[in-house]
């Protein structure tokens, strides 16, 4: 039995996605150059959402930097700002809060893993990125079970295998010094029979 509730159709967001309009796509504000103030977008897709105004801070906080090494986070978070303006979701008046969460700090993983403008141009990020909103919002893509899209976005999900192949270099570093450890014993093993005899 499914516990969330069913959302809007995946293509309906997949579909925005393709069709983000260059302005999201823009420089972020970062030490007064740029465009694009993220943190009014955001701001603005909240209060369409049914939300409040971000906060001096919050803004601030979450949705601006001074460095330069962030401009790929704040584009992905206008990316996922102009996603959660989709009709289905504005109508509802219900996900401003969760939706904010999301892009004050969900995307910072992916964003410090795969170029925004490709949540915009290829298909599988366009799919990982609706997904990812979904999720956040504790909804399911129409026609989906929980299994189905849970499974489709672990498939999908380029954080968890960003981790996994981490974790098997990892593993194959562990086990060539291990082995390199095994040949240099047993060469000094080798060795030290020699010499006895």
Same mark, same amino acid.
């Given at each position: 039995m499914n516990t969330k509730q069913e959302g809007p159709h995946l293509e309906r967001?997949?579909?925005r996605l393709a069709q983000c309009p260059g302005e999201f796509l823009a420089e972020p504000l970062i030490k007064s150059r740029g465009k694009v103030d993220t943190g009014a977008v955001v701001s603005d897709t909240l209060m369409d959402m049914g939300g409040n105004l971000l906060s001096s801070e919050e803004s601030n906080t979450s949705f601006s930097s001074e460095k330069a090494d962030q401009k790929n +986070? $704040?584009? =992905?978070i206008l990316i996922g700002a102009w996603l959660c303006h989709d009709e289905w979701l504005i109508q509802k008046k219900k996900y401003a809060e969760p939706a904010k969460?999301?892009?004050?700090?969900?995307?910072?993983?992916?964003?410090?893993?795969?170029?925004?403008e490709l949540f915009v141009t290829d298909p599988d990020r366009r799919e990982e990125l609706? +997904? $990812?909103? =979904?999720a956040a919002l504790d909804l399911l893509p129409t026609g989906e079970t929980e299994a189905q899209a849970s499974d489709r976005l672990q498939c999908l999900d380029s954080v968890?295998?960003?981790k996994v192949i981490r974790q098997t270099r990892e593993k194959e570093k562990r086990a060539r010094k291990l082995r390199e450890k095994m040949a240099a014993d047993a060469a000094r093993e080798a060795a030290a029979k020699v010499n006895r005899e």
């Open positions: 967001l997949t579909h +986070r $704040l584009r =992905l969460k999301w892009l004050a700090s969900g995307l910072d993983g992916l964003a410090s893993l795969v170029a925004a609706a +997904r $990812l909103l =979904l968890t295998r960003d």
